[in-house]
Nanobody, 125 residues
Framework: QVQLVESGGGSVQAGGSLRLSCAASGGTFSSYVMGWFRQAPGKEREFVAAIKWSGGSTTYADSVKGRFTISRDNAKNTVYLQMNSLKPEDTAVYYC??????????????????WGQGTQVTVSS
């Protein structure tokens, strides 16, 4: 059973930085695309960033390009999201997801719908 456990959320002032971690277990992730999504109050969940576990190619939402960096540590089975130059509009619950698939509608989770429990990020102005 795949488990994704996020950590690293918190409160920070605008312009600050946070690093989120997603520890993955219970599966073979080498063929997966892993990613981060976020959901702000009253809004739909949106894609933030994704990384192909094998090879490490990455993709980002336009709203975070140049500020956020997604990476992975194969030995630790962990995916990271380094968030710099944070803005109040980055405030949301951030979710890790596994086995992403790119569709015409954007990135979505695969058949098994793997999600972490979420971690809160709050950016104050």
């Amino acid at each position: 059973q795949v488990q994704l456990v996020e950590s690293g959320g918190g409160s920070v002032q605008a312009g600050g930085s946070l690093r989120l971690s997603c520890a993955a277990s219970g599966g073979t992730f080498s063929s997966y695309v892993m990613g981060w999504f976020r959901q702000a109050p009253g809004k739909e969940r949106e894609f933030v960033a994704a990384i192909k576990w094998s090879g490490g190619s990455t993709t980002y939402a336009d709203s975070v390009k140049g500020r956020f960096t997604i990476s992975r540590d194969n030995a630790k089975n962990t995916v990271y999201l380094q968030m710099n130059s944070l803005k109040p509009e980055d405030t949301a619950v951030y979710y890790c997801a596994a086995d992403l698939v790119r569709t015409r509608a954007g990135w979505v989770t695969g058949r098994d719908d793997y999600w972490g429990q979420g971690t809160q990020v709050t950016v104050s102005s």
